[in-house]
């Protein structure tokens, strides 16, 4: 129970959802094999003040900035550029990826280097956090949740609070 009421907004759009590639690193080495997700996004906002409209955030604005975040990954092979176990090359108009014995080329622009250690459902709710808390900073918004799921009742929640100086993590 909350210390104090609270205001809680769900967004859960269908259209909230990027198609992508991928593979996650296991912790004891190896990976997944390459394969592909329909990964679904949704967003809790709360907060404890609405505006002189009873609005607790510009709803629009900010399932304008979910949709960015969610076609920026759409389509693409995501991989975590932060893995010291993962070598990503370009050469030219393609990326070269070495896990181990394997070895991938995919081209340039259907790839996404994203700052992570690992292209894990729970490390890329955060990265949506992140992005999306950079959005809402200022607004009546305090707490921020993402979800993250890439398969029916296979997904991850990240939560906190938005201050002015939470910082992107560095993987």
């Not at 997944?32 to 990964?39: A, D, K, P, V």
């Not at 920026?72 to 990826?97: H, K, Q, Y």
């Not at 259907?110 to 900073?137: F, G, K, Q, V």
């Amino acid at each position: 129970m909350p210390s104090r009421p609270c205001y809680r907004v769900v967004l859960a759009k269908e259209d909230f959802k990027f198609s992508a590639a991928h593979f996650t690193l296991w912790s004891g080495g190896g990976g997944e094999l390459l394969h592909g997700h329909n990964y679904q996004v949704k967003v809790e906002l709360a907060g404890g003040e609405l505006d002189d409209a009873g609005l607790l955030v510009d709803l629009e604005q900010c399932k304008r900035v979910i949709r960015g975040l969610c076609g920026r990954l759409d389509s693409r092979t995501l991989l975590p550029a932060a893995s010291d176990r993962l070598l990503c090359t370009r050469r030219g108009e393609t990326v070269e990826v070495r896990l181990g014995d394997r070895c991938y080329v995919f081209p340039a622009a259907d790839t996404l280097l994203l700052p992570l250690i690992n292209t894990s459902i729970e490390l890329l709710a955060r990265m949506l956090w992140h992005e999306l808390a950079a959005a809402l900073r200022g607004s009546r918004v305090e707490t921020l949740a993402v979800s993250v799921e890439e398969s029916a009742g296979q997904g991850c929640w990240y939560e906190d609070r938005i201050t002015a100086a939470s910082p992107a993590p560095s993987s």
